[in-house]
């Protein structure tokens, strides 16, 4: 009999081993359902440190977007960023040749960008 039954996770008084809540206190007998579902002290102050976890989390995804916004305004704020230098090297290793293209892009608005891709097409020989 004693491997039929187990103890309850809050009253601790024997009960049947596949019971989901307690026949005596009605609690729930899951892993995490002391946590949300319990009537001790130790659990509310659980879930106030993963409500308050969460917040931080939510606020923080909400002020990463609000900060940077998304790439599907940029045609109107195209005029805004320019090169403000840049240099064209050339250059032979060994037996092939290369250049280098740098430069240095500046943003004339409020928005700071996230992802920006820049794009260089040589069209002359």
């Known amino acids: 009999m004693a491997s039929e039954t ?3 996770r809050i009253c601790r008084e024997p009960m049947a081993v596949d019971a989901k809540r307690c026949p005596r206190c009605q609690s729930w007998q899951a892993r995490w359902a002391g946590f949300w579902f319990g009537n001790s002290s130790p659990t509310s102050g659980g879930q106030m440190i993963f409500l ?10 909400g002020t990463r977007f609000f900060f940077f916004p998304s790439s599907a305004d940029f045609q109107d704020r195209r005029g805004d960023l320019s090169f403000a230098s840049q240099t064209l090297t050339f250059a ?25 891709h820049v794009e260089a097409r040589f069209l002359n020989s």
Request: proline residues 3%; hydrophobic residues 45%; contains cysteine.
């Open 92 to 116: 032979k290793e060994k037996d092939r040749e290369y250049f280098a293209v740098v430069g240095t892009i500046r943003n004339s608005s409020k928005i700071t960008w996230r992802d920006l």
């Open 6 to 8: 187990k103890p309850c």
């Open 52 to 61: 308050t976890v969460a917040m931080v989390a939510l606020m923080w995804a």
